[in-house]
């Protein structure tokens, strides 16, 4: 059984607002992103249960950026699911493509609202994040 959340979820990234454009600049300030600490409680609660997969936007090129920022932030993760580093589909597009392609997930932790209506429609459980 799978619980996949999407890496946004888990970290404050309001810093990188004004970057949000600039793909690179944005995806290089992740690490400075502040722990979101009840949700990642949360996890490692779950995480005796549940298999947790992160996925993410992010390109491959990130891999190493971001798992160094799980495990400093003690982020149950079994998995981490990137976009590959030329693929440059809608982030919600790419989510209900990625999260279809599991079975037996159980949740969906997710912050954005188009993505959130995409995989409902597929028939996921999803909670809703800021």
């Given at each position: 059984m799978k619980i996949l959340v999407n890496l946004n979820c888990l970290g404050d990234n309001s810093h990188?607002?004004?970057?949000?454009n600039?793909?690179?600049?944005?995806?290089?300030?992740?690490?400075?992103?502040?722990p979101i600490k009840?949700?990642?409680?949360?996890?490692?609660?779950m995480s005796e249960t549940?298999?947790?997969?992160?996925?993410?936007?992010?390109?491959?090129k990130y891999r190493y950026q971001v798992e160094?920022?799980?495990t400093d932030n003690e982020v149950p993760a079994d998995d981490v699911i990137f976009r590959e580093d030329n693929d440059y589909?809608?982030?919600?597009?790419?989510?209900a493509e990625?999260?279809?392609?599991f079975d037996d997930v159980?949740?969906?932790?997710?912050?954005?609202?188009?993505?959130?209506?995409?995989?409902?429609?597929?028939?996921?459980?999803?909670?809703?994040a800021e």
């Open positions: 990188r607002y004004e970057a949000r600039r793909y690179d600049e944005y995806d290089e300030m992740q690490p400075e992103d502040d009840p949700l990642i409680d949360l996890l490692k609660g549940f298999e947790i997969i992160v996925y993410t936007s992010m390109r491959e160094q920022w799980l589909s809608k982030n919600y597009e790419l989510f990625t999260i279809s392609g159980q949740l969906v932790i997710e912050s954005d609202m188009r993505t959130i209506e995409t995989i409902r429609g597929e028939g996921f459980y999803v909670l809703e």
